[in-house]
């Protein structure tokens, strides 16, 4: 069974950091592309960050690029996001999303992890 666990979140100061990890687990998490995002209260889902299944290629949110950085770890099937410089706007729950390069039918979700940003 395909699983993705998110992990990391937290309560932290205005300016703090966060690490976020996603651990994936039940397909080839070497064939899939994966992606954080995100989803505050009342608000639609939000793409964070995404990386290529190789880890070569990156892309970001305006709103976070110069502050987070995803990466990867294909020999621990984990995904990461290094969170810097964190903002209130930032809280809300981060999810982790696999999808296939080829077969963009195959396609997994997490749970989410809560990251609230708040003095």
């Known amino acids: 069974q395909a699983q993705l666990v998110e992990s990391g979140g937290g309560l932290v100061q205005p300016g703090g950091s966060l690490r976020l990890s996603c651990a994936a687990s039940?397909?080839?998490?070497?064939?899939?592309?994966m992606t954080w995002y995100r989803q505050a209260p009342d608000k639609e889902h939000e793409l964070v960050a995404t990386?290529?299944?190789?880890?070569?290629?990156?892309a970001y949110a305006d709103s976070v690029k110069g502050r987070f950085t995803i990466s990867r770890d294909n020999a621990k099937n984990t995904l990461y996001l290094q969170m810097n410089g964190l903002k209130p706007e930032d809280t809300a729950v981060y999810y982790c999303?696999?999808?296939?390069?080829?077969?963009?039918?195959?396609?997994?979700w997490g749970k989410g992890t809560q990251v609230t940003v708040s003095s």
């Open positions: 999303n696999a999808k296939h390069t080829r077969w963009r039918a195959f396609e997994y």
């Open positions: 039940g397909f080839t998490f070497s064939l899939y592309d």
């Open positions: 990386i290529s299944s190789a880890g070569s290629t990156t």
